[in-house]
């Protein structure tokens, strides 16, 4: 079975054990374990190797329908589209999501390189998106996006487009929902900090640290609700 055919699998046995869980963490948990029991039932001499090719474009996959299904199921569906971002607009995506650069010093031959931020989503003019008000990055690991998105997030927000980060990441959800009162951050916190305008975690947790930035996942209608409003 191929890592495509695998995320597509994954993502489909996730949606049959989310009703069983208190929150989407606990049903990616649940995931991982089936899929390596999985592997060790059909006898596979590294039980994990699916997981770990495939949980990555699963992620997505989920984060992506959680975000798309919340909005669409708000007022603001008549305002906004929410799209993957293989889906947006090739203007969108060719336009303020990209821009041009010149390798190796060449002064007339640019290439244009997109951001490939996971979901978009955009004001609308009657059927026709009119600003992109913010971008959505989806990975279970923070370290596994964070180079990719430091480049964007600084081009990307001085255009006026809010830029977030949907995760699961442990050291992300632990500080997030730690408890321990003057809990200093480490590196990946201060960075996640800085880069993004919010970071949601997949989580049914209370928030307790720096909830301006850190919010669980059914925030995402709220904040798009403010940040039109302040346009």
Not at 30 to 39: K, V
Not at 175 to 188: D, E, F, N, Q, W
Request: glycine share 6%.
């Amino acid at each position: 079975m191929t890592p495509k055919n695998i995320t597509g699998q994954l993502e489909e046995k996730f949606w049959e054990l989310r009703p069983q869980y208190p929150s989407y963490s606990a049903a990616w948990e649940a995931l991982q374990h089936w899929s390596e029991e999985d592997g060790r039932r059909r006898g596979l001499q590294n039980p994990g190797q699916g997981w770990n090719s495939a949980s990555g474009g699963a992620f997505e996959l989920v984060s992506q329908k959680i975000i798309i299904e919340q909005v669409n199921a708000s007022p603001l569906a008549q305002r906004i589209r929410v799209t993957r971002g293989d889906e947006t607009p090739l203007a969108v995506r060719e336009g303020i999501l990209s821009e041009l650069v010149w390798p190796k010093g060449q002064i007339t031959q640019p290439e244009r390189a997109e951001s490939n931020v996971d979901v978009v989503a955009m004001l609308l003019e009657g059927q026709e998106p009119t600003r992109v008000i913010s971008v959505y990055s989806c990975k279970s690991s923070a370290a596994e996006r964070y180079q990719q998105d430091l480049y964007w997030a600084e081009k990307l927000k001085a255009r006026g487009i809010k830029f977030c980060f949907v995760t699961i990441d442990k050291g992300l959800l632990s500080y997030a929902t730690s408890t321990s009162m003057g809990r200093k951050p480490g590196k990946t916190v201060t960075l996640a900090q800085a880069m993004y305008d919010r970071v949601y975690l997949l989580t049914h947790l209370q928030i307790t640290s720096n909830p301006l930035v850190f919010k669980t996942i059914d925030h995402v209608v709220e904040d798009l609700t403010l940040w039109i409003e302040a346009y």
